[in-house]
């Protein structure tokens, strides 16, 4: 029994909040589940919130005692490609390098997968036995031309597709995006760009969609796989967490002060009503 929390990207209050709301109780020293459940963690656990070093020491503290285990997200990966290209990082994430570099970039389990952004097959089968303790690696997707930095960017960043620019498409946040992230896990040929992109972007195109060629990188996640959980897209309140067997549990911490949560029992389908949400508010602080 697993339960996955979303990417809390330095939010340590709501971190502390939807632990309690999943049972485990919380001292300075200890966290403990009375079931003995443990937790998942689908990456960026730092940058954006105030608190990327408490969220760092509990992550690492839970990983090291057993209680937990997590992949990387997009930001972790890129703190360590940073530092094996000898760039400057934030002094205060020195510290948790090493152990950074002990996390895996996917977890195949025997009742779940965790990845940060998609389950894209022959991404993971290349990435298998690729470890980021090994700076010939990290370096290797630094080069541009390279089958793992395509990989990675694939698993941790998602699928993209260039958007036309006549389209002026934008964001949640109102950003024009001159690309744009596609549900990977379905079948999207034929359907406008209205239907494709996660999470939706504005104004919905439903005359207009990305050709056939666009769309031969996708392969889809179908209803007989395990249960895939990741984080990475900073969903809108309106649009599902669930679709299919694919969880996303980032509900964007940063904009929407709430952090996500699913409660896997071991069930090979997924159960909206699984999901949890911790919000903190000004009142609640």
């Given amino acids: ?65 057993g209680k937990a285990v997590a992949v990387l997200g997009n930001h ?6 940073n530092w094996v290209a000898g760039k400057e990082i934030p002094q205060e994430y020195k510290a948790f390098i090493p152990w950074l570099r002990t996390l895996p970039l996917f977890l195949d389990l ?3 997968r965790m990845v940060h952004a998609a ?21 290797d997707t630094l080069e541009k031309k390279s089958s793992y930095k395509l990989a990675v960017d694939q698993i941790l960043s998602g699928i993209k597709i260039s958007i036309p620019k006549e ?10 995006r001159a690309k744009g992230r596609l ?37 889809p996640y179908l209803k007989d796989e395990r249960p895939v959980f990741i984080g990475h897209y900073c969903l809108p309140p309106s649009v599902p967490k669930v679709n299919g067997q694919v969880v996303c549990l980032d509900g964007c911490v940063t904009c929407d002060k709430t952090l996500w949560g699913y409660r896997h029992n071991g069930a090979e389908s997924v159960d909206a009503s699984n999901l949890i949400k911790a919000t903190v508010t000004a009142e609640n602080n």
């Fill in 167 to 176: 389209l002026k498409l934008k964001d949640r946040f109102g950003v024009e």
């Fill in 76 to 81: 972790e990966f890129r703190l360590i490609q």
């Fill in 110 to 112: 025997k009742t779940l």
């Fill in 183 to 219: 549900k990977w896990w379905k079948d999207l040929r034929g359907k406008p760009y209205g239907q494709c992109f996660f999470s939706p972007m504005v104004p919905v195109i439903d005359d207009k969609g990305p050709t056939d060629e666009e769309l031969t990188v996708l392969q």
């Fill in 1 to 65: 029994m697993i339960d996955l929390i979303g990417d809390i990207h330095g939010h340590y209050l709501e971190f502390q909040k939807i632990l309690k709301i999943l049972g485990y109780s919380y001292t300075k020293d200890e966290i403990n589940h009375p079931e003995n459940r443990k937790l998942g963690f689908v990456g960026d656990f730092i940058n954006r919130g105030p608190q990327s070093v408490e969220v760092l020491t509990l992550v690492k503290s839970l990983c090291e005692s």
């Fill in 119 to 139: 389950w894209h097959f022959s991404s993971i089968e290349l990435l298998r036995g690729k470890n980021v303790d090994d700076d010939s690696f990290i370096l």
